[in-house]
């Protein structure tokens, strides 16, 4: 009997398999890019090696073919429609460079462009895709009761204002709408940032996308697909990309200016000589040396090798700027503004105190181990808070019984003998009782205080008041000095939380411009307001709900070890360690490295403009215009390397320590 051997199972890609496919090298920007750097980098090295001159000529040429025809063959579209682009012009000076035998400055410049190229490309797809990805936290279907009182699935796009959806336990909600019976605490930290779940109960409003935790809820739709609080998300952060991009015309415009100034210079070189009767080849010569001193390859490198040694000295030190662009940005920045939730805070519930109430003659300890073994099983955020902090604390905690939760009220289980309960103020405290009123008291001070405040009753009796809070992140007020010394301006607070627990935070860190109950569009309509008033603002955040805002920001910061993969995306900068001392540090970097792009660029043009006025008024040779113009290339290149140093960290950080 012969066997018939089974499907081979298929291996999943590998990591470099997938980024080739699905990833940026499936962009044909970049791979045209990546074979024009090899092309360049091995013509490089037989040139160095003293290899035949075909050899290498003949890699530089095929540099020039595979990195220069997509921007050569966007430029001339762009001449079609009159539009002298900067693309075809650096692409008509490296074949006039190879014309005169400079064939090493055309492939450098062939590969500078194609680079800029493949990283503008990278930055759009990373875009969509974070984009699609939000897109996703809505879920596909929703369980819809028709009018019989049948269930039915249905997709999300289809469901109508006046719907009635049911949402089970761990189920993401599938639309915008008011709850009308039910009830169950749900985490919407991806649209309010809130750290802590919210009870939801009839008559409450809940919104696409967000989890409910446990309990039934049976919610009336209140928005069509397109029009909820994650759909405006979408739309808020596709605009604000596009009005940043707007911004960028007037480097646009300043190209438009210099290329058609330089073309038609290198023109006028070439004809009225010749037109004068001078031979052929000076002319073409006295053109090409011109277009060789002018090209802006040297301001290219004043700029770049500053910012880019920013940069990768901030990724040495976990913060990743995603451009240079964002690297001169934020040496703009003159205002901060801070998300609470992930952000100056860690994003998750803790235990901070317990508060036993009169007649209870139980030690913290005691109570701490009853609440917790009572809370042993809850899936609850403060349940696990509060046994989070009894294993910390090293409690043995004993077996219970007849564990109960009750959506939106609390737990109950028998430890040790006792009836414990845990929950809601608002259900477990009985009025009128003395105890009671006592209770209530503190647990006004409590919330008062910015805390959540959680009762314990013993065998139905008021024993604790459970005190929980979100846990500032450590150096949080120490970053929020060095900001205000460092931009001479206080940063701004703006948070979904409730206003109580926002005020308490900003006591802590020493802001006092505090705006609390914000939604995602608020939030990006308060950075807005700020931008008004002239100020150049950095948006510190980590959540969904801080998309829109980090977008339309001048710059966006995201904590990347809490961020949302949009947060991530929509930020120019993320601090891949959660180091909130990191950005006064990178603020300060960045200025530095503006001022070395101001001195490279005073350097270059003083460059250019001794070398043209030669070229013009006296006779360059071509050699010297070439060692002129490489002289200055790496002039500024060695300089802009200097922020390479492993000093230049510790001496920004250092700068922003002194200036307070």
Request: aromatic share 4%; hydrophobic share 50%.
């Amino acid at each position: 009997m012969t066997t018939r051997p089974g499907p081979r199972a298929v291996a999943a890609p590998s990591r470099t398999q997938a980024w080739w496919r699905s990833g940026a090298g499936s962009l044909p920007e970049v791979r045209w890019a990546i074979a024009a750097t090899v092309l360049f980098a091995a013509g490089g090295v037989c040139q160095l090696a003293g290899a035949p001159s075909w050899l290498w000529w003949g890699l530089y040429l095929t540099c020039y073919a595979t990195g220069g025809w997509e921007p050569g063959l966007a430029g001339l579209r762009a001449l079609r429609e009159r539009t002298l682009d900067v693309d075809l012009l650096m692409v008509a000076a490296a074949i006039g460079a190879a014309v005169i035998g400079q064939v090493f400055d055309g492939a450098l410049l062939i590969v500078i462009f194609a680079t800029s190229g493949a990283l503008e490309a990278v930055a759009t797809k990373r875009t969509a895709d974070s984009v699609r990805t939000l897109l996703n936290l809505a879920p596909d279907t929703a369980t819809r009761l028709d009018p019989a009182g049948q269930e039915e699935v249905v997709e999300t796009a289809d469901l109508a204002v006046g719907d009635l959806i049911v949402v089970r336990p761990g189920e993401r909600i599938g639309a915008d709408g008011q709850v009308l019976d039910g009830a169950g605490d749900v985490d919407q930290a991806s649209i309010t940032g809130e750290s802590l779940p919210v009870d939801k109960q009839a008559g409450d409003e809940v919104f696409a996308g967000t989890v409910n935790g446990a309990g039934v809820l049976r919610v009336r739709v209140g928005r069509p697909a397109g029009e909820t609080v994650i759909a405006r998300i979408v739309a808020m952060v596709e605009q604000a990309s596009a009005t940043k991009a707007r911004t960028q015309l007037f480097i646009e415009k300043a190209e438009q200016r210099y290329s058609v100034v330089m073309v038609a210079a290198t023109l006028a070189l070439f004809a009225i000589p010749l037109a004068l009767g001078q031979d052929l080849q000076g002319s073409l010569l006295r053109a090409m040396t011109f277009m060789i001193v002018a090209s802006p390859c040297a301001v290219v490198l004043a700029t770049m090798p500053p910012l880019l040694a920013a940069i990768a000295t901030a990724g040495r030190h976990g913060v990743l700027v995603k451009s240079a662009v964002v690297m001169e940005q934020l040496a703009g920045v003159t205002q901060v503004a801070f998300d609470k939730t992930g952000t100056l805070t860690e994003g998750r519930p803790h235990l901070t105190h317990i508060r036993a109430l009169p007649r209870t003659g139980l030690s913290e300890g005691t109570l701490l181990t009853l609440a917790a073994a009572a809370e042993d099983g809850s899936e609850h955020p403060l349940g696990r808070a509060v046994v989070a902090a009894a294993r910390d604390k090293g409690l043995h905690l004993p077996a219970a019984t007849g564990f109960v939760a009750v959506p939106g009220r609390g737990v109950r289980a028998h430890v040790g003998g006792h009836l414990v309960q845990i929950g809601s103020p608002a259900h477990l405290l009985p009025e009128g009782h003395a105890v009671a009123g006592s209770a209530t008291a503190l647990v006004a001070e409590l919330e008062d205080s910015g805390h959540t405040a959680v009762v314990m009753l013993l065998d139905g009796r008021p024993a604790a008041v459970l005190a929980l809070a979100d846990r500032i992140r450590p150096g949080a007020p120490d970053a929020v000095a060095r900001l205000t010394a460092l931009t001479h301006a206080a940063p701004v607070l703006l948070t979904g939380d409730n206003p109580r627990a926002a005020a308490h935070l900003a006591a802590q860190t020493a802001i006092t411009d505090v705006r609390a109950g914000l939604l995602p569009e608020h939030k990006a309509d308060a950075v807005r307001d700020l931008q008004q008033q002239g100020a150049q603002v950095a948006l510190i955040g980590d959540g969904v709900n801080d998309a829109p805002a980090l977008a339309t920001a001048h710059t966006g910061i995201a904590m990347g070890h809490t961020g949302a993969d949009l947060t991530l995306e929509a930020a120019d900068v993320v601090i891949t360690r959660d180091e909130l001392s990191a950005v006064p540090t990178v603020i300060a970097l960045a200025r530095r490295a503006r001022r070395l792009v101001i001195a490279n660029l005073a350097i270059a043009a003083t460059f250019i403009a001794v070398l043209v006025a030669w070229d013009l008024l006296g006779d360059l040779p071509l050699p010297l215009g070439v060692a002129g113009h490489e002289g200055s290339t790496v002039i500024v290149g060695l300089n802009g390397l200097r922020l390479l140093r492993g000093t230049a960290w510790r001496r920004a950080a250092a700068g922003t320590i002194r200036r307070r």
